[in-house]
């Protein structure tokens, strides 16, 4: 009896499911409406502040992974001599003061006197030397710049002597990528890349690591007693797990999210919560390999997939229109040295199939894509990671329109960053907040150690270089932006790489548990929103 | 449904002795089967690029409403169908094919051969399939093929058990064994004997296989493990679930809930046919048994 019944049961369940389904979540509760909004500035203190987690690496300038949540909490631990701040002002933290001599060839640092490493003993000039020396031989996650340091050395325990073979006016920020390990800790580390020992997240910064958790993403910092600066205004900082940030955030799981704006109405009206705009260089790009793919040299064919790709409807439709389209000239709209004067490449189908047929791809083969007379067919892989498959996604539809073929080939991040860097590729979409590098389309031998950006692969302009090089050390402000924006005009006409959009940030938080976040950083885990440096 | 040996009458008579859930599920699978048959004719808008606003709700110009890029949602249900369909029937053909004829062998030589073969089952069947699913995905990499084959895999072992133990059974009937003193071989009696007998049996099976191919499918590609370019059941619901923040939009509303309904109801149509023919064919659930000869 019951068996018959049965099936006619389940169907009838399903239905009563599929009912209460559309009828309970169909309504949107709002009782937004009991207390108007108070002027009122929230907490600017907090015991502890949950964040959403994520593995990123033991926080440790050689463990953590190269992004920059990673690099972020490891700055929570470890400390440099000199920081330079949002504007790219550098700014005393290790090194109280410095002073140079007048031909820019010596540098001397006082260092902070009375700062101690977390697990007790004092931080020395000893300290310094050893990490400059260590960086030397065992090169961390990000790489750092000091080729130019003829010699450091320690005058005395709270003064360092830095020599360097020219003057050279990025010397300081150089200086503020090194971060500095305790000399009693490090000394007989041999293989810095595994090692997480209980010790390997000393450092003399304002919080110390209390817990760390790889499978499950977790990470807990607790507010040093040892900093030599002011006292962390967050005593506890956890990072959990979070499925679904908002419900998280709702449920007052986690403190700060970012939202969509398509949740905005949701948070905006009601005083409980306060929203942050933020519009940042964090930006998704499109790389040509043109070692792998030898056509892509050719710029006019470059110039056409600009044309033919709408940045404009990439911003409305992956992001919901929260962010800027991307400037062939590569910085963003925003930043002081923006050249406004480059040439844009307004979405336009028509030029790009001219100049398509200008080289030579004039037939459509089977499915409509183009092929010049010797069969070659203008059909690329486009590498993605899960994050932005729906952009390689929508790249793949409007260049089929122009008859470019795309594969969209998607990989999880950490591939697609690894095949990035090795250069396996023949088109990658990246996004990073190094939103605004021209660094990355020069041949300039140095370092390049971070995924966030890279070396445009088989691209070679020696005018571009030798101009990035001259402005690099050019201490004129003036002249420099002079130089920058001639950089710009040269990228736009050659659009080596294609900046597809600068995403802006909508974060929001409740001013009731803590109203610290500051306005200068868009990212939730920044040292900034919890100390004052 | 295709396998049921093609005689009209008998099949209209089966169908009379179905029940109400069976002939609802009957029409469903029809009705699905149809759809990813005339995929092309039934949705007026492509399935692979946009043609409309982001998120347009359903009606007006597109019935089921778009997806974030503007994509047809209908257009993608119609031709996801293609997908779920061939995934399902061709996991389940392979799997009935490969599992059926090592049910034969090891019911029909006995001995090692069959002890080695079944303890082989009883490890695929204890081992969980869905991980090993994901790291075997993973590892060869999304495509339609690899899927299907993966699946496959592990989906042998239920044919394989049920054609073992028939074949153990008919291969004591005197028929058989008198076929044998007049010289049949092996491969004679396979086909004459041992296939038609075994044959409704696995029908059914294979029906359950389809079910749980479609469902191991979606499942692969909402973990973002299918294949990306095969717009799939799975993947619709994949992209919708990774839109952030979509349970508080309207979005859910069409985008999720009709790729969800149209998996549903087909893996549940899928479920009650087997459970129906299953009573038909098993003579142990009270149905009345038929075979081919």
Known sequence: MLKKKLPALAILLLICLLGLLLTGCGGEQSDDTKEPASEQTGRQQADQINLAGGDWGYPNPYTYYPRGPGSRKMSLVFDSLVTSDTGGNIQPALAAEWQSNKDGLAYTFKLRPGAEWHDGKPFTADDVIFSYEYAKSYPPVSAVDLTGVKKMSAVDDLTILVELIQSDPNFLAGLAGLKIIPRHIWENVTDPLNFVAPGAAVGTGPYRLVDYSKEHGTYRFEASDKFWGEQPRVKVLAFIPASEDILAFEQGEIDRINITPDVLSRFESNPEYRVMQYETTWAYRLYFNMKNRPELLSKDLRRALVYAVDRRDLVEKVERGAAVPGNPGVLHPGNELYNPDVPQYPYDRQKAEELLEGLGYQEKADGGVRQNSKGEKLSFLLLADEGSSRLGELIKQQLALVGVEVRVQVVDQKTRDDRFKNGDYELCINGSGGGESLEELTNLARARATSATGETMGYKNPGLDSLYSRQEKETDPARRKELMAELQRIVAEEVPKITLYYRNTLAVHRPAVYDGWSEETYHHDQRINFVKD | ?293
Not at chain 2, 140 to 149: A, E, F, M, Q, R
Not at chain 2, 156 to 181: D, G, H, N
Not at chain 2, 239 to 261: E, Q, R
Request: net charge positive.
């Open chain 2, 1 to 293: 449904m295709k396998n049921i040996p093609a005689q009209p009458v008998k099949m209209i008579k089966w169908f009379h002795d179905f029940s109400w859930s069976g002939k609802l599920s009957a029409a469903v699978i029809l009705a699905i089967l149809l759809l990813a048959v005339f995929a092309p004719g039934l949705s007026i808008h492509p399935h692979n690029t946009s043609t409309g606003a982001p998120l347009q709700p359903p009606g007006g110009k597109h019935l089921l409403g778009t997806d974030e890029l503007g994509v047809d949602l209908w257009a993608q249900i119609c031709y996801g169908a293609r997908v779920s369909l061939l995934v399902g029937l061709g996991t389940a053909f392979l799997a009935a094919l490969g599992g059926g004829l090592v049910g034969i062998i090891a019911g029909y030589l006995g001995g090692w051969p069959d002890k080695f073969i079944m303890r082989l089952i009883d490890i695929m069947i204890v081992l969980p399939d869905f991980p090993l699913l994901i790291v075997l995905a993973a590892f060869l990499g999304p495509s339609l093929l690899n899927i299907i084959v993966v699946l496959a895999l592990f989906s042998w072992v239920f044919p394989a058990r049920i054609t073992r133990s028939q074949v153990l059974a008919l291969k004591e009937q005197s028929y058989i064994k008198s076929a044998e003193t007049y010289g049949a071989g092996a491969w004679y009696l396979m086909w004459k004997h041992f296939l038609p007998e075994v044959f409704p049996l696995v029908a059914v099976n294979m029906i359950r296989l389809t079910g749980r191919a479609i469902v191991s499918e979606a499942g692969l590609s909402f973990l973002g493990l299918g294949d990306p370019t095969s717009k799939s059941w799975g993947l619709i619901i994949h992209h919708a679930t990774s839109f952030k923040g979509i349970y508080f939009t309207d979005f859910w509303k069409w985008w999720l809930l009709y790729p969800w309904l149209a998996l549903t109801m087909m893996v549940t149509a899928l479920a009650f046919m087997s459970r129906e023919l299953e009573r038909i064919a098993d003579p142990r659930l009270g149905g009345r048994r038929f075979s081919v000869h």
